[in-house]
């Protein structure tokens, strides 16, 4: 069992609905629209949304109702946006296991001197 004071802060979809400003329905609706949006659910079936999946929905209506895309649109957006996370992180990590090949060979020279 997880420890609750460890465990990141889980939110009902009123609270997420209070937060941001969207009827539960709205919600629901984008959760079918959107691959991104995927709340777990929690023993009983209900939603339990996380802080990443509120940044997500604030991303959506940011699209949806200023940015004045269609749903088409901003789903376009937000795959783009998520191929281009991958890439970062993807590159993010092989400049990290360069930087500790470097160190190593840094070490070997060091050694052999």
């Known amino acids: 069992m997880a420890d609750r004071e460890t465990a990141p802060r889980t939110y009902a979809i009123g609270e997420v609905s209070d937060i941001v400003d969207q009827e539960p329905h709205v919600l629901r609706y984008w959760e079918q629209e959107f691959e991104v949006l995927r709340p777990e659910k929690d023993g009983s079936g209900r939603r339990v949304y996380t802080q990443d999946d509120i940044a ?51 070490d070997q020279l060091d050694a052999t001197e």
């Open 56 to 106: 997500t929905i604030r991303q959506i209506h940011h699209l949806l109702k200023e940015e004045k895309y269609t749903i088409a649109g901003a789903r376009q957006v937000l795959a783009r946006s998520d191929a281009e996370a991958k890439e970062r992180e993807a590159l993010r990590r092989d400049l990290t296991e360069l930087r500790q090949f470097l160190h190593q060979l840094i």
